[in-house]
């Protein structure tokens, strides 16, 4: 059962003084009068909500963020976008206003997206404070005042990573906002964790709420990154705290429980809860989703539909389908040999038994039944893998259908056992965070510090449960490959690809389709070093007397 239901049923209404949209940092409720009638729960479920949802009034029509359009306001959308199509993992041929300069790596400090996400981190940050100043210890208040801490510093993780120096605001009317460096986000991030990792329950109240171990993997994720976000590696405490999430309550969901899909498709199904839920789920931070309760454009719904469209790789989860993303060549040379893709033809069910691994849930040839098909040479894909710098077009590479929406019990016929909830949005909740995350960084910690045998353990656990029998050497070429194929579409690859120099920099030396523009198979562009972070929106440089990246 999914208990945060009916928090996130009123939090579509409930902002309390918080309903309007976003334009600068000053963000104030713009009745005050309706702050003296704070209604704790409703603000506290609100605060979740902001991860999941847009607005107040269900997918669209009242949007949190201005300026932007609402579906893609989304924080699950927004994160995934700049963190994914600008990578070595997925083409995107829309042109939607910003995103051209994103997929090539070409933006600037107005670039819509840019902004939508800056604004986005710091409406949630606002309604974060206003909880945290209004709500009270009572009864469950402790535990809910700790909860919203960590969304806050979540919040603000996402700040530190992509923006770099921001400004910093504890309270909702802080008169002018201090622009705090790089390390010291960095630094009251690491307090502020440490302190909740005391505070924050053992075990999590809901499926849907966060415990101690959700710190732990944050605390372990700014370690393994801390060289570049101070310039100094902290390879030991990204060792300690990722091996305190493995020995902790939530595990590797190793076993299928339908048979049917392998335990690691479960992880992206429709009633996907099942396995990242509960005391021992994998999930340490799940994003609600539901094709009824929590109808949003940018949640699961975009990373459902926007690798389909509504005729091929076709999907009983949504009638949507937006043809948006698919493979980069790049991406499909981690699983195979880019030579040998003309001779494979195989569907989504197909292709891991033919790759060796339940992680490369990706296709070669369209779709032309629901919910399986078999090969058709008259229209298959695989050809069109090569010869490369077809970027503009959806048919040309294999789609990326790791996020099914599909139940667990459902075959891989076309008769359905399970319907979803809704016809248009997926009921797919999304593992912001898991536990497969600790065991790819305590691996790459250990081989930072010269363990490579420990390093190989935790290496092993994830491929055991892909059922990867191929032997494997040790590598930062091999690490950074497998980040990618283990936590492809799940909107983290920036952050591995600038952490190995391999993004934008004078050590930059990887090229992949569309990198800086480039749509041909050779060539290297140089990119300047300020793209490894982005911009703070021109509007906040004048309105908030910001200094601006270096660079932009």
Avoid at 95 to 117: A, C, F, H, M, Y
Avoid at 124 to 148: K, M, P, R, W, Y
Avoid at 157 to 162: E, S
Avoid at 374 to 392: C, E, K, L, Q
Wanted: glycine residues 8%.
């Amino acid at each position: 059962m999914k208990t945060l239901e009916k928090y996130l049923i009123c939090a579509v209404v409930a902002m309390f003084g918080l309903t309007a949209c976003v334009h600068n940092l000053d963000v104030v409720p713009h009745d005050e009068n309706k702050i003296m009638d704070f209604d704790q729960n409703a603000v506290f479920s609100k605060c979740y909500a902001t991860l999941a949802l847009t607005g107040q009034q269900g997918p669209a029509g009242s949007g949190d963020v201005d300026d932007i359009d609402e579906g893609t306001s989304a924080f699950i959308r927004m994160v995934w976008e700049l963190q994914e199509f600008p990578t070595d993992e997925c083409w995107v041929g829309w042109n939607d206003p910003g995103l051209p300069e994103i997929r090539t790596i070409k933006w600037n400090s107005l670039n819509q997206l840019v902004q939508g996400l800056y604004y986005r981190f710091y409406f949630n940050i606002t309604l974060c404070n206003h909880f945290l100043e209004n709500a009270s210890a009572d009864g469950d208040g402790a535990t809910q005042i700790a909860e919203i801490r960590f969304l806050r510093a979540l919040n603000y993780y996402y700040l530190l990573d992509m923006f770099g120096n921001v400004p910093f605001a504890d309270k909702v009317n802080a008169q002018k906002k201090p622009q705090y460096t790089r390390v010291q986000v960095y630094t009251w991030l690491e307090e502020e964790l440490k302190d909740l990792e005391n505070v924050l329950p053992e075990n999590r109240l809901s499926d849907f709420r966060v415990d101690k171990y959700a710190a732990k993997m944050l605390l372990a994720r700014m370690y393994l990154n801390a060289e570049v976000y101070t310039g100094t590696p902290q390879w030991e405490k990204a060792r300690d705290y990722s091996k305190q999430v493995i020995d902790g309550p939530h595990k590797l969901h190793t076993t299928s429980l339908g048979g049917v899909y392998s335990a690691y498709q479960e992880m992206f199904m429709g009633d996907n809860f099942r396995v990242v839920g509960g005391a021992s789920g994998e999930g340490l931070l799940n994003i609600y989703q539901d094709g009824i309760h929590a109808q949003c454009w940018g949640g699961s719904t975009f990373l459902v539909a926007a690798a389909r469209d509504k005729n091929v790789y076709v999907n009983p989860a949504t009638s949507e389908g937006w043809a948006g993303y698919r493979c980069s060549p790049e991406f499909i040379a981690k699983w195979v040999d880019l030579d040998k893709t003309p001779a494979i033809l195989k569907n989504e069910f197909e292709m891991p038994a033919m790759l060796g691994d339940d992680r490369a849930i990706i296709c070669s040839v369209l779709n032309t039944g629901a919910p399986v098909v078999h090969a058709d040479t008259a229209i298959h894909t695989a050809d069109s893998i090569r010869p490369r710098g077809n970027m503009g077009d959806f048919y040309n590479s294999w789609s990326l259908l790791k996020w099914t929406g599909r139940y667990i019990e459902n075959p891989l016929g076309e008769e359905i056992t399970v319907q979803p909830h809704g016809p248009q949005f997926p009921d797919t909740d999304v593992p912001f965070m898991r536990v497969g995350e600790a065991y790819m960084t305590y691996a790459e910690a250990q081989f930072r510090l010269g363990n490579n045998s420990e390093a190989e353990i935790a290496i092993k656990a994830l491929r055991d449960r892909a059922h990867n029998t191929a032997a494997f050497t040790l590598s930062e070429q091999f690490l950074l490959d497998e980040w990618c194929r283990e936590f492809y579409a799940e909107g983290r690859r920036r952050i591995d690809l600038v952490r190995f120099g391999k993004f934008a920099g004078p050590t930059a030396d990887y090229h992949w389709e569309g990198r800086g523009g480039n749509a041909s198979a050779d060539g290297l562009i140089a990119l300047d070093k300020k793209f490894n972070v982005y911009p703070i929106p021109e509007s906040d440089i004048v309105a908030g007397g910001l200094t601006q990246t270096e660079g932009y």
